[in-house]
């Protein structure tokens, strides 16, 4: 059984001091309802996660207590990759007809923390500074652009790209562009990544409303059909961030093996994909998924990020409301962000930031710690 | 002196987690574990093998010199578990590296330069142990970092 995406709601992002998380989440599952023409009493299952704003299924408080099955997921920033895959898999097994899927998130302000032994490190890892996500970022793309001749400028204009797309998706944070001059010259973070290049712990929600492909025309006249959900975690030998140390030898990581999958199951290649949104939660992340994810040859992301191929007009749109970099990243949220945005374009729906050509093939990725990556290809 | 100890109480060097590697020691190392089904070393020393599942392990000394394989400094002074002396005015930035170490694993380390400028991919850099923190009762607390090789500046 195909499985379609036939409601979609979000709660704008940033900071929202008046709403908890979990009523940002609430208020994207009324908006995906709402989209679907449903009640949440129709609704069958749910699957849902946030990191620090408590359980998902707390949201029956908010929207009634129906007795469904509502269960809380929890798998880092490929939190809402998975609760998707869980429910795409839910109804392809035909065990249901119709779910629904949120996801929300309300984090303090700085860089998250980490617990070492939460990841079954020694405790001696995090004390001596080691236990950073922006340091693995940062090394990871220091060394690929050793291999690969990528410039400090490409780092600085893909934060500028995400904060134009940015400027022209009313539920994004950053909302201001940046030049990439600014970019570049604002504070080191971890060399060679400045603090534009970054994204930040935010807040907001998403909720998709899911259904068995041959019911979908009965709740959406322009339904979205999920071609594949795939989830990876890590080989041994790829390089992960939070390793104390790593092999010699590497493999590819499990981005490059969800993708590969995922395009398998999917029967499209990188090629038939028009438009893509891949995890940025800082400027080098989005050039090495690019070829991570098969869009490009490692280095060609120096010529083609020049050329303008990954802006909204672009033969590659990548990022088309902002990324993490202009949204923030609501941990429960965010993977499912970028399927929101997805269904938006290829609906049409995307206004401003509408990419041209009435696109048909949408591409997702996250990557979380320690080594995991969601893919999912939605198709009009 | 060590008739004196008594009178003065002596501060004591112990190392920041036990095993992680050989001290006391006259020349410490890093201590890693090598599978005997593959081959594979790690760091630290893991009882079972993550490339095979194998469980028959050997601990070793690990080589105390290799190259740079990547890096970055970190540039902010991180929130808690981060353990130092420092507070933030006294805080200063520092280098993070994966360090090759031929036949063993690429070990992620705390570098003694911080200069960007003076850091470069595929320069030696050895092994060093030293204090990290001093406890409220004196004890030094020893870490390892990661050493640039004298005169080893030039990337080949
Ligand atoms: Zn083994």
Redesign the interface.
Known sequence: MDVAIVGIGIHPFGRTPARSGLQQGAYAARLALKDAGVEWRDIQFAYGGSASAGNADALGNELGLTGIPFINVANGCATGGSSLMAAYNAIKSGEHDLGLVAGFDKHDR??F?A??LALGL???Y???????TT?FF???I??YM?DYGISADTLARVAEKAFINGSLNPNAWRREPVSAEQVASS???????TKFMFCSPAEGGVALVLCRADKAKNYCASPVYLKSAVLKSRR??SFEVF??????QQVDGPTVDASKAAFEMAGVGPGDIDLSQLQDTESGAEIMHMAENGFCEHGEQEHLIATGATRIGGSMPINTDGGCLANGEPIGASGLRQVYENVLQLRGDAGEHQVPGEPRLGYTHVYGAPGISAVTILQR | MNDIAGVVPMSKQIPIAEGLFTWPAEKPALLGSRCKSCGIAAFPVAESCMACSGQDIAVEALPTRGTLWTWTVQQFMPKPPYHSNETAETFRPYGVGYLELPGGVRVEGRLTENDPEKLHIGMEMDVIFDTWRVEENGDEVISFFFQPVANSGQEA
Do not use: C, I, T
């Not at chain 1, 995090?126 to 950073?132: A, D, I, W």
């Not at chain 1, 504070?187 to 990544?193: H, Q, R, S, W, Y």
């Not at chain 1, 390793?243 to 010699?248: E, F, I, K, N, V």
């Open positions: 700085g860089a923390n617990d070492p020694g405790q001696w995090g004390e001596v500074g080691l236990m950073m340091q940062a090394m990871k220091q060394k050793h504070m080191m973070v971890n060399d060679p990544l041994f030998g390793a104390p140390s790593q092999a010699l």
